[in-house]
Nanobody
Framework: QVQLVESGGGLVQPGGSLRLSCLAS????????MGWYRQAPGKQRELVAF??????AYADSVKGRFTISRDNAKNTVYLQLNSLKPEDTAVYYCYARIIAIATRSEYDYWGQGTQVTVSS
């Protein structure tokens, strides 16, 4: 069993910055990919940023403002949010594609979500 635990959300003024962290914990697993999604009230969950094998991808709405990074030794993925706008307000969810070492089966895991509110 694997758990994803996020931290770092909060209230920030427009133009401000936040850093989200997501730690994957458990045993006998490896991580294929990690990413961040977000869901604003009344909207569908959308991809924000994704990293796999050293490659990254971003939603057009966050390119140039958000940066995803990963520390493989710590099984942790980060999302640096800069130049935040009110429309970035949402619950941000960590995602991981986990591979069970014993069976090589792949599973998708989600964190519990962390609230990011951008408001003056």
């Amino acid at each position: 069993q694997v758990q994803l635990v996020e931290s770092g959300g909060g209230l920030v003024q427009p133009g401000g910055s936040l850093r989200l962290s997501c730690l994957a914990s458990g045993s006998s697993f490896s991580i294929d990919a990690m990413g961040w999604y977000r869901q604003a009230p009344g909207k569908q969950r959308e991809l924000v940023a994704f990293t796999r094998g050293g490659n990254t991808a971003y939603a057009d709405s966050v390119k140039g403002r958000f940066t995803i990074s990963r520390d493989n030794a710590k099984n942790t993925v980060y999302l640096q949010l800069n130049s935040l706008k009110p429309e970035d307000t949402a619950v941000y969810y960590c995602y991981a594609r986990i591979i069970a070492i014993a069976t090589r089966s792949e599973y998708d895991y989600w964190g519990q979500g962390t609230q990011v509110t951008v408001s003056s």
